[in-house]
């Protein structure tokens, strides 16, 4: 007959090893839940694996305990706990409360004591019990009844003892153990035990005398430095014996009823998982329980399909609605749109509308239109790309309200994906069900796999469900947390700009491109005879396993690191460029590797993109990049390299149209000035505002020197300074960055710092804000999290001090720039232009300009770009035409 189990877990103990066996999680609130999300991890697996008729966590409570009555010193010197792991501490015990597991503690007594005193209990009651901790000291505990399992580290790597695990591990009982802790002490604990025994010499000394009292007994037979040592320190064997012996009688009430395991609540579970953000478990949760949100099946059952022309006759003037526009979203060919899906919660109906004819579409849109509805959705920009497509002025008509992936984003903008589905989890607590391989937040017809798929109509129901209760929730959150401003004037109206971006594209001379691509060709096949030639065999350049082999082991160039690691030599960009000067294949291979790239990526990659109206129509991303800076993708047209020939070549493949020109307009310095203007220091403000030259005022500071005797190499020396501390730069980045020492690195630092203290300042002040907030803003209060802070790895805390810094900088010049994208298209479009905004490219805007209207565009982009932000520093840019993006720099 099998005997009821019980378990007991160390709380304190497994909450700590979570705590930093994890990267800092926080929640938008700013509350950090790494521990209590991989204790949760671990308890579920406790109790999957051991299935306990009993369970219960300890928890120490209190810092003073008789054990200190005995040692004052007893802990003494721990370090101290994290504010942040506390603060979980209260979190953890109400998870436990709605998990319906018992929680035991008690004032003057450890978590240890109460484990002892339970698992005595049990073993009297014939149950067997199973302990889980990281802590040692309960191996002593083991018995006929009681295993212990040791949580060595991380989240999975535990050890079980037994009996003879314990003779197998120590050679020892698990009485002999506290002895062994009475001679070799813990410092953890701060027990000092005998000064020069440790866990090997103190078994050996068990397996001769036995136990402690045997060894102290024949402290006088013992020879050399260790009998003497054992002779010295007796009291203190003794005391910490005692001390690290666990008290198995606490007087502690046990309700074998009260500690059984039974199922948990689950309504309160959700309601705290909701809160902490955990929507993995809440996912488990939905998917193992029949435990629903009545209110949620019962609103999502009521929802009606209704023709179109009935949904139309219902909405009224400034309605809010929900739309889906199911489409290929095709850049390349042809935009095809099949389905119009609208939504309208109030009424409690949805309406399909199959579109066969664009006209009828356009009806529709017209409708909405002149009802001023707000339209809310999930991922607008790309519908709106297939809107535009083909009824681009209605579509520029549409009121955009509200986007759930847009508004995510400014809430955190840290997350790699924003899937609705996992949006609606966090929000609403449950898991919206769909088809394998059908998600809710892409398209759900590819046209391209198969023309005649009808996307399914409850699932699409569910998306725009989804997305109206994710609405509600987000708004509000929106407001609460400062981001109106970023959200509604910045971010949702560079939906349409974006949109029109891409249907606008660029012409790129097909001819050009494969005329670049056929030179990089010839100087890489000269370049591989050179390379192969100077290594004295055949071999494939591009394989780094084979390239290390070569350089290092064949040709025995010095090896720039202390050892190669477990896949080989490292053949990183970083490791050849330090080994440059020691043979010329070095740089052959650097300019190897480049050329292959360009081909690969910009040749090749851009021929493959180019559209059936001879352009290229770029996927530009709002949600990516955590600064707020866009992304390009489909080309990646923001790193084509400049400073390259064969990169500024491929510039010149990309053309206006006839009869026009393109226009660029880029901002000089944004960063620097932003900086200026964030730190308030006088003599840079002035400097800009002047129009003096910043890298050349800066060198003639740090290196003490006239401003006119400053040379072209210490002006480069100070640009990358002037950057560098922008970026919170460490001198030994610096010095890798400039080819100097990294103490004349850490003296440039130093001066620069010296001579504008207020740059100092500031970004000291934006490091105790990250770390009192766990996040920093730009001027227009654009939100980023920074858990790095808690983290206990120092590379890490490092970077969070460099995002601290970085972040109100870099953030505040890709919020200006977008500002300014929306203000120059407003213009063009309410001014009638025929010109058109194509590209943004870091700082960088480009239009493709009617040659009629070359002078109203430069005014445009001088007056809406220099004046867009009332900074104390002036914005200034630099206009540029050309026929070709090459001509613009």
Known sequence: MNKDKLVIIDGNSLLFRSYFAMRPMVTKDGFHTQGIFAFINMLEKILNDFKPTYIVVAFDVGKKTFRHDIYSEYKAGRMKTPQELIDEIPVLHEILLAMNIKIMEMENYEADDIIGTVTKEASINNIESVVITGDKDELQLIDDNVKVIINKRGMTDFDLYDKA???????????????????????????PGVYGVGEKKGIQLLKEYGNLDEVIKNKDLIKGKLGENIRDNVKEALMTRELATI???????????????????????????KRLEFNSFLKKISQNTNNKDEKLNSEFSKIKNIKIDNFLEKLKKDDSIIIYIESNNDHLNCVKVRNLYLYKPEIECISQYKVDSIDGLKKILEALVKLDCKIIGHGLKEQFFSLKSIA???ANNLIISHDTEIAEYILEPNRTRYDLDKMFLSYCGEVIEYEENTKLNKQLTLFDEDENKEADENIIKKRLFAISKVYENQRNEIDDRGLNDIYYNCELPLIKVLSDMELNGIIIEEKTIINIGEELEIKISELSKRITRLAGKEFNISSPKQLGIVLFDEMNLPYPQKSKGKNGYSTAVTILEKIIDEHEIISLILKYRK???????YIDGLIKLIASDGRIHPHFQQTVAA??????????????????????????????????????????????????????????????????????????????????????????????????IIYGMSGFGLSEDIHVS?????????DYFNKYPKVKEYLDNQVEIGK?????????????????FSSRK?????????LAMNTPIQGSAADIIKYAMIRVYNDLVEKGLKSKLILQIHDELIIETYDDEIEEVKKILKERMENVAKLPVKLTTDINIGESWYDLK
């Open 772 to 788: 009192k907030d766990g996040e920093v803003r730009t001027i227009y209060g654009r939100i980023r999290q920074i858990p790095e």
């Open 742 to 750: 990294r103490y004349e690195a850490d003296n440039y630092i130093k």
């Open 627 to 724: 600064t707020g800076r866009l992304s390009c993708t489909e080309p990646n047209l923001q790193n084509i390299p400049f400073r390259d020939d064969y990169g500024r070549l491929i510039r010149k493949a990309f053309v206006a149209g006839s009869g026009r020109t393109l226009i660029s307009a880029d901002y000089s310095q944004i960063e620097l000035r932003i900086m200026a203007a964030l730190s308030g220091d006088e003599d840079m403000i002035e400097a800009f505002n002047q129009g003096k030259d910043i890298h050349r005022i800066t060198a003639s500071k740090v290196f003490g020197i006239p401003i006119e005797d400053v040379n072209s190499s210490q002006r480069s020396r100070a640009k990358a300074v002037n950057f560098g």
């Open 392 to 394: 681009s002025d209605i």
């Open 595 to 601: 050329y292959t790239k360009l081909k690969s990526t």
């Open 247 to 273: 008290n198995r009688d606490v007087p502690i009430e046990i309700n074998w009823n009260e500690i059984k395991y039974i199922e948990p609540n689950y309504e309160k579970l959700i309601e705290i998982y």
């Open 165 to 191: 695990a314990m003779k197998e591990r120590y050679g020892l009982t698990p009485s002999q153990f506290i002895d062994l802790k009475g001679l070799m002490g813990d410092s953890s604990d701060n027990l």
């Open 794 to 802: 120092f590379m890490e805390r490092e970077q969070a001090k460099r």
